[in-house]
């Protein structure tokens, strides 16, 4: 079920792909220069190569709508493989404006149809996004390979769609009728092509658009086979599956269903493809499937009723993550000081529990919120383990690193640590976890909770 019953994972996926390396938007321009391999420089960064010509003539525009084959690794590690996805077949994708430096919707706009290409970005560009893998070295790159198959603009992409489906609609209704002649069963059409039968009528209001609804459901072929279950173990995810109903949650013949059902209602709904996955196959489910499901609603809650109810449960969240944030306060600290006091450190402390000690002053004032900082760095746990460094040349990136101050793009403990330095300021900040990567941490080389420690050197202050 997807969680929400199989429903959409090849366009959801690509998203993921395109948006993350994007991180603001820009227009494509100029090229800037050819790379000794032959790969033209975009700018900010993206690389591209057209490696094979096709024999089209339309290049995709906006609000066009493609069709590609799409695959991209990091290294040596593959992450996305369209073809994989999708049986072989080529992706069907709007072009939008490129989300910004590294989104290769650039590069799509540059091909015809029937060229392939390669498309590289490099990994540093997108770690301070948090989007990278967490494993991905510095200078490693994301590299796509492209293929694009089709170009249409929205109307023509619009027409045939409409226009398959109304013959698979009927293709599916006579396959439904033969189904019920030769299984005697009496099931109700809505104006959609849905079939329903309504098992157990179930007490109250049919369920409106907007409302939350539980809801424990088998999913099957036309010739009795599951793909999909609630109730069957076998399938590992026993517990009712929740949703808004009428939002697009799940496929269009669930969300039109559901609508006809009460509380405790229990139904079969016989899904013909075009409500449920169309012409793509999804996760097991062969491409123009006519789906069967039977269903039966175990709670029914208005739209003020999960508002009321998110309230609470967000109360309670909060009220457990302060009061174990502050056990960690008094547990960090506590840590610092005997730190200190171990290794004859006299640090200063503020207000949100860091602590500093400046070694060089430094020139000017302050660095203030909203500066361009560049900084020289190496970061280790309390244990001495260093973590990262653009000075040792061994962490692969012996390059100035440079942030806007007060922005968020760094830890709490830098954002505020630095506003306590000026240009040329060296010094180290003890960082508690908390001001750091607090309770889910960073990858192997920071575990939960880790306090950090930062010898920092600011080496430049943009006006």
């Known amino acids: 079920m997807n969680r929400t019953p199989k429903l959409a994972l090849i366009p959801a996926l690509l998203t993921f792909v395109l948006a993350s390396v994007s991180t603001s938007v820009y227009s494509q321009e100029e090229l800037s220069k050819s790379t000794p391999d032959g790969f033209t420089l975009l700018k900010d960064g993206l690389e591209y190569k057209i490696v094979s010509h096709g024999n089209g003539k339309r290049k995709p525009a906006l609000t066009d709508h493609v069709e590609l084959n799409i695959s991209y690794q990091v290294g040596d590690s593959l992450m996305f493989d369209s073809r994989k996805m999708n049986n072989n077949k080529p992706v069907p ?11 290769p919707v650039e590069v799509f706009m540059l091909m015809v149809e029937g060229d392939s290409a390669v498309v590289r970005y490099p990994v540093d560009s997108i770690k301070k996004t948090g989007q990278a893998p967490p494993w991905a070295k510095d200078g490693d790159k994301i590299i796509y390979k492209i293929k694009l198959v089709s170009v249409k603009t929205e109307a023509e992409d619009k027409k ?3 226009e398959k489906a109304a013959r698979q609609t009927a293709i599916d209704d006579e ?9 005697n069963i009496k099931a109700k059409k809505t104006g959609s092509g849905l079939y329903y039968a309504i098992k157990t009528e179930g007490k109250g209001e049919n369920i409106k658009p907007g409302e939350t609804a539980d809801v424990n459901y088998t999913g099957m072929f036309m010739d009795g086979k599951k793909f999909d279950s ?14 808004e109903v009428g939002k697009g949650h799940v496929i269009k013949g669930w969300d039109e269903g559901l609508q006809l059902l009460k509380l405790n209602s229990s139904a079969t709904f016989y899904i013909p493809s075009t409500l449920a996955y169309g012409s793509s196959e999804r996760q097991g489910i062969p491409a123009n499937s006519i789906l069967i499901f039977d269903v039966a609603i175990t709670s029914v809650k208005t739209a003020e009723q999960v508002i009321k109810d998110k309230a609470v449960e967000a109360e309670l969240k909060q009220k457990e993550a302060l009061a174990s944030a502050g056990k960690q306060v ?5 840590l610092l000081q005997d730190y200190f006091a171990k290794n004859n450190i006299k ?21 203030k919120p909203g500066k361009k900082i560049t900084m020289n760095y190496t970061g280790k746990t ?12 061994k962490f692969s990136h012996v390059s100035p690193f440079s942030f806007t101050l007060g922005q968020g793009q760094v830890i709490k403990g830098w954002d505020e640590g630095v506003q306590l330095l000026k240009l040329g300021s060296k010094g180290t900040f003890y960082i508690p976890s908390y001001l750091g990567y607090g309770a889910t941490g960073a990858g192997k080389a920071i575990p939960p909770n880790a306090i950090l420690i930062f010898d920092v050197e600011v080496s430049g202050i943009d006006n």
Not at 93 to 103: E, L, S, Y
Not at 382 to 393: A, I, K, R, Y
């Open 93 to 103: 994708i709007p072009i939008t404006k490129p989300r910004g430096p590294g989104d």
């Open 175 to 183: 396959i439904l009728k033969v189904y019920f002649k030769k299984n």
């Open 347 to 367: 640090a200063n402390k503020t207000a949100s529990g860091l602590y500093y000690v400046i070694s060089q002053k430094g020139l000017g004032p302050n660095a």
């Open 230 to 243: 609630n109730t069957d173990s076998s399938f590992h995810h026993v517990t009712p599956f929740t949703l």
């Open 160 to 162: 045939e769609n409409e």
């Open 330 to 334: 008094e547990i960090d600290d506590k």
């Open 382 to 393: 309390l244990d001495g383990n260093v973590f990262d460094s653009n000075t040792d040349p």
